[in-house]
């Protein structure tokens, strides 16, 4: 599975993004897809992600009522649309699949490359 990620950009606090991931390969829906980020000086964080269906998706608090995860698998693609965007959202965020669900806990079976979030103040 090859992921690739866009959608980042520059953006002023309290604006919005929204991030897609697209991936190859016919297996997409038996994947757990999900979001991590990584600001600089700082360890890769948890975002959100989605199961397999869609029915179930998880956040981090610090995003909780912010963004929301969701997942098309008739396009192989998962999105992260992140509103009321804050300085500390400044990250490069990175897509990761994951067969087992083990993206809560930081493990993939797969990383897409990162694309760069950047929120003025």
């Known amino acids: 599975v090859q992921l690739q990620a866009y959608g980042g950009g520059l953006v002023q606090a309290g604006g919005s993004l929204r991030l897609s991931c697209a991936a190859s390969?016919?297996?997409?829906?038996?994947?757990?897809m999900g979001w991590f980020r990584q600001a600089p000086g700082k360890e890769r964080e948890f975002v959100a992600a989605i199961w397999y269906s869609g029915v179930s998706t998880y956040y981090a608090d610090s995003v909780k009522g912010r963004f929301t995860i969701s997942r098309e698998n008739a396009k192989n693609t998962v999105y992260l649309q992140m509103n009321n965007l804050k300085p500390e959202d400044t990250a490069v965020y990175y897509c990761?699949?994951?067969?087992?669900?083990?993206?809560?806990?930081?493990?993939?079976?797969?990383w897409g490359q990162g694309t760069q979030v950047t929120v003025s103040s």
């Open positions: 990761a699949a994951d067969l087992q669900g083990r993206l809560r806990i930081g493990i993939a079976d797969y």
């Open positions: 390969g016919r297996t997409f829906s038996s994947y757990v």
